[in-house]
């Protein structure tokens, strides 16, 4: 019944708001795009510290906001004040649970030797999985004084930006891989915070800092040649002007003009301001001057592929379209004909802008995630226990009410949520894993999920080699490789993006060391590994065959790159599928432009949100990020005040 209630309000909104709405996811989209291609970029990984790498995180896209915004359901906010009697099984297992702290230790930021203070029975929200969107969100949830429970099954927080440490004998010292993005930009404290980019408005929010090495380049490795990309890749004398002369920076001109009007759509109204209720009147209201300013076909050309903007403004030469296409790929995961336009706008910004700059956060991307455990914990407000496995999301009268936990006793303990539950799982994951009772969702809504279509998985190489200061200062921190322009970016073995954290960042390797990672983005196929098992000797060798592309890759950046490894690890996707219980180990959902939306975070089941990388606004840390304050903001009208209050502040930064 409150549905009801809600829809006239809805309708009345929608016109003025589904645009902003649109813009918005635009701009988380477009957010996501630029961490995204941290995210999606480069890196992945895996755990302990032993055979693999870690996948990365996928490419995405957004799309149709105005779908997504219309199909929201309306929202359980009304129900929070009634107070429900606990399901005796909650009753049962909360009160004898006080002794069960032990098997969930806590995160980073407890350590040392205390053993972490065990958990409570209830806490307002529970998050399932720390990837960079429920931290996001359990960050903000901190911050608008919920009491907050992060529940991860790995050891490390972090999801796919987990990172992990090996000690090495030879080098006497330890490498710091990264095991998924790597690739980031707008988180530099000592840089004016964008309101476009969701991570730097958490990291803001919860008054954390990421310190970062700025830089402005990174190396391609094109059929063409090799190029030092920067700011001036389109101007007079750089590559484009290299390769294609005159008429390609022309074309590359016409283009950076259509994109400066979407640019300034996608600034205009931030993540921070969307949320899945009716609220979204007010809070995207306070933005609606500034988007409303703006010519409303250009934002409309946000939801677009952005095929249709490199077409529209004229673009022929083969060089600058399959330069564009590879960015696309790297960012979204899928070429520029299903890459939402709103994301590259807010990427070629972060691109291309006279000042624009790339952040190494110092210590890997772990840092990151440290940081966002820190806005977790420090008020004693929140918790991220790791090694803690939810088995079950509990769902009582079509509601969530807590999660059960694997290992606890005697069956597993159940942690009551009193507001709601947070689910940082893939869709493919919430929907089949069966950590929800598969008839506690409509038949209909979990086949739309299930059939959300997948990017294929990747191969990961992590190496530690040997290599002084001099010769790291002549490496770029990034190289984006492509074998043959005849073959499309999204065939196996023809791309491959390659990241050498130490060239900015000494603590990754002890002295005389260095760490990289190398990667094919959304390329592998799974089938080649579904039947195959791992540590057996067929896996083995199936790892060494797929792994030869990328040191053939490696080779071309540092030719003796075999003789100076002294550790090496590949990582596949069973090892994606493993370490990140992703189905299937994908890189992400492949939404296409123009064809799906990515889903807004409400489900029908009340008070259960989702957030991760098959929500809006999509694949990529900034997109990720951008999720979890969604969901966060979604979880109640309560937030409504918190969030406001945040807007305020990044308003008057506008
Ligand atoms: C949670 O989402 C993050 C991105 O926020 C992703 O890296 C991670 O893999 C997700 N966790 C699971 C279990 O899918
Ligand atoms: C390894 O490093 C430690 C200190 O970090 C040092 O005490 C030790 O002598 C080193 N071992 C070798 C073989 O160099």
Same mark, same amino acid.
């Given at each position: 019944?409150?549905?009801?209630?809600?829809?006239?309000?809805?309708?009345?909104?929608?016109?003025?708001?589904?645009?902003?709405?649109?813009?918005?996811?635009?701009?988380?989209?477009?957010?996501?795009?630029?961490?995204?291609?941290?995210?999606?970029?480069?890196?992945?990984?895996?755990? *302990?510290?032993?055979?693999?790498?870690?996948?990365?995180?996928?490419?995405?896209?957004?799309?149709?906001?105005?779908?997504?915004?219309?199909?929201?359901?309306?929202?359980?906010?009304?129900?929070?004040?009634? =107070?429900?009697? *606990?399901?005796?099984?909650?009753?049962?297992?909360?009160?004898?649970?006080?002794?069960?702290?032990?098997?969930?230790?806590?995160?980073?930021?407890?350590?040392?030797?205390?053993?972490?203070?065990?958990?409570?029975?209830?806490?307002?929200?529970?998050?399932?999985?720390?990837?960079?969107?429920?931290?996001?969100?359990?960050?903000?949830?901190?911050?608008?004084?919920?009491?907050?429970?992060?529940?991860?099954?790995?050891?490390?927080?972090?999801?796919?930006?987990?990172?992990?440490?090996?000690?090495?004998?030879?080098?006497?010292?330890?490498?710091?891989?990264? $095991?998924?993005?790597?690739?980031?930009?707008?988180?530099?404290?000592?840089?004016?915070?964008?309101?476009?980019?969701?991570?730097?408005?958490?990291?803001?929010?919860?008054?954390?800092?990421?310190?970062?090495?700025?830089?402005?380049?990174?190396?391609?490795?094109?059929?063409?040649?090799?190029?030092?990309?920067?700011?001036?890749?389109?101007?007079?004398?750089?590559?484009?002007?290299?390769?294609?002369?005159?008429?390609?920076?022309?074309?590359?001109?016409?283009?950076?003009?259509?994109?400066?009007? *979407?640019? =300034?759509?996608?600034?205009?109204?931030? $993540?921070?301001?969307?949320?899945?209720?009716?609220?979204?009147?007010?809070?995207?209201?306070?933005?609606?001057?500034?988007?409303?300013?703006?010519?409303?076909?250009?934002?409309?050309?946000?939801?677009?592929?952005?095929?249709?903007?490199?077409?529209?403004?004229?673009?022929?030469?083969?060089?600058?379209?399959?330069?564009?296409?590879?960015?696309?790929?790297?960012?979204?995961?899928?070429?520029?004909?299903?890459?939402?336009?709103?994301?590259?706008?807010?990427?070629?910004?972060?691109?291309?802008?006279?000042?624009?700059?790339?952040?190494?956060?110092?210590?890997?991307?772990?840092?990151?995630?440290?940081?966002?455990?820190?806005?977790?914990?420090?008020?004693?407000?929140?918790?991220?226990?790791?090694?803690?496995?939810?088995?079950?999301?509990?769902?009582?009268?079509?509601?969530?009410?807590?999660?059960?936990?694997?290992?606890?006793?005697?069956?597993?303990?159940?942690? =009551?949520?009193?507001?709601?539950?947070?689910?940082?799982?893939?869709?493919?994951?919430?929907?089949?894993?069966?950590?929800?009772?598969?008839?506690?969702?409509?038949?209909?809504?979990?086949?739309?999920?299930?059939?959300?279509?997948?990017?294929?998985?990747?191969?990961?190489?992590?190496?530690?080699?040997?290599?002084?200061?001099?010769?790291?200062?002549?490496?770029?921190?990034?190289?984006?490789?492509?074998?043959?322009?005849?073959?499309?970016?999204?065939?196996?073995?023809?791309?491959?993006?390659?990241?050498?954290?130490?060239?900015?960042?000494? $603590? *990754?390797?002890?002295?005389?060391?260095?760490?990289?990672?190398?990667?094919?983005?959304?390329?592998?196929?799974?089938?080649?590994?579904?039947?195959?098992?791992?540590?057996?000797?067929?896996?083995?060798?199936?790892?060494?065959?797929?792994?030869?592309?990328?040191? =053939?890759?490696?080779?071309?950046?540092?030719?003796?790159?075999?003789?100076?490894?002294?550790?090496?690890?590949?990582?596949?996707?069973?090892?994606?599928?493993?370490?990140?219980?992703?189905?299937?180990?994908?890189?992400?959902?492949?939404?296409?432009?123009?064809?799906?939306?990515?889903?807004?975070?409400?489900?029908?089941?009340?008070?259960?949100?989702?957030?991760?990388?098959?929500?809006?606004?999509?694949?990529?840390?900034?997109?990720?990020?951008?999720?979890?304050?969604?969901?966060?903001?979604?979880?109640?009208?309560? $937030?409504?005040?918190?969030?406001?209050?945040?807007?305020?502040?990044?308003?008057?930064?506008?």
């Amino acid at each position: 019944m409150r549905r009801p209630s809600h829809l006239p309000l809805l309708a009345l909104i929608l016109p003025s708001v589904g645009l902003v709405v649109v813009d918005a996811s635009f701009r988380s989209s477009l957010s996501s795009t630029a961490s995204t291609s941290n995210a999606r970029g480069w890196s992945v990984e895996d755990r *302990l510290g032993r055979p693999h790498p870690p996948p990365p995180l996928p490419p995405t896209t957004t799309t149709t906001i105005r779908a997504a915004f219309v199909a929201l359901p309306p929202h359980p906010a009304g129900r929070r004040r009634r =107070r429900r009697s *606990l399901p005796s099984e909650l009753a049962a297992s909360s009160s004898s649970s006080s002794s069960s702290s032990s098997s969930s230790s806590s995160s980073s930021a407890a350590s040392k030797n205390d053993a972490p203070p065990p958990l409570s029975d209830a806490y307002d929200v529970v998050i399932v999985g720390s990837g960079i969107g429920g931290l996001s969100a359990g960050a903000l949830l901190c911050h608008y004084g919920y009491d907050v429970l992060v529940l991860e099954s790995h050891y490390a927080p972090g999801g796919a930006a987990h990172g992990y440490s090996v000690f090495n004998k030879e080098a006497n010292g330890t490498f710091v891989f990264d $095991t998924g993005p790597s690739f980031f930009s707008g988180l530099n404290p000592n840089v004016k915070a964008k309101s476009s980019n969701p991570l730097r408005t958490i990291l803001d929010v919860v008054g954390e800092r990421v310190d970062c090495v700025p830089y402005r380049t990174f190396g391609l490795k094109f059929p063409e040649g090799d190029f030092v990309h920067s700011p001036n890749f389109g101007m007079p004398s750089g590559p484009i002007d290299i390769v294609s002369g005159n008429g390609g920076v022309d074309q590359w001109r016409s283009l950076m003009e259509g994109m400066e009007p *979407l640019a =300034r759509a996608v600034d205009a109204m931030p $993540t921070m301001a969307l949320r899945g209720d009716v609220g979204v009147a007010l809070t995207a209201g306070m933005f609606l001057p500034n988007f409303g300013k703006l010519n409303p076909l250009e934002n409309l050309k946000l939801t677009m592929p952005f095929s249709n903007i490199i077409d529209g403004a004229g673009v022929t030469d083969p060089f600058v379209r399959n330069w564009l296409d590879v960015l696309c790929f790297c960012l979204s995961g899928v070429p520029s004909s299903g890459t939402i336009t709103a994301e590259m706008a807010m990427m070629m910004g972060e691109f291309y802008d006279e000042d624009a700059t790339m952040d190494c956060p110092v210590g890997g991307a772990r840092s990151i995630v440290n940081a966002l455990v820190r806005g977790i914990e420090k008020d004693g407000r929140g918790r991220v226990a790791v090694r803690s496995h939810v088995s079950e999301i509990c769902v009582e009268d079509g509601r969530a009410v807590g999660v059960r936990l694997r290992k606890d006793p005697p069956n597993g303990r159940v942690i =009551r949520a009193r507001k709601g539950v947070i689910s940082n799982l893939s869709s493919w994951d919430l929907m089949k894993s069966g950590i929800v009772r598969p008839d506690a969702f409509p038949p209909k809504f979990v086949e739309r999920r299930v059939s959300t279509p997948a990017c294929p998985s990747f191969m990961h190489l992590h190496v530690g080699f040997r290599m002084n200061k001099e010769e790291l200062s002549a490496l770029q921190a990034h190289y984006i490789y492509v074998d043959e322009w005849e073959r499309s970016v999204t065939d196996e073995e023809n791309c491959a993006l390659l990241s050498v954290p130490s060239v900015h960042d000494a $603590t *990754l390797a002890p002295e005389g060391y260095a760490v990289l990672h190398v990667y094919t983005p959304a390329t592998e196929r799974y089938e080649r590994w579904e039947n195959i098992r791992r540590n057996t000797p067929e896996y083995d060798q199936l790892k060494e065959e797929r792994s030869e592309f990328l040191w =053939r890759v490696l080779e071309k950046v540092i030719p003796d790159i075999r003789r100076r490894a002294v550790h090496h690890q590949v990582g596949t996707p069973l090892t994606h599928e493993r370490f990140l219980n992703r189905h299937r180990g994908t890189y992400g959902p492949a939404i296409y432009a123009g064809e799906g939306s990515f889903p807004f975070p409400n489900t029908p089941i009340d008070n259960l949100l989702v957030c991760g990388d098959s929500c809006f606004p999509g694949v990529g840390v900034p997109a990720v990020s951008g999720s979890g304050i969604i969901a966060a903001n979604s979880i109640s009208f309560d $937030t409504i005040g918190g969030q406001l209050g945040v807007l305020r502040k990044l308003k008057a930064q506008l």
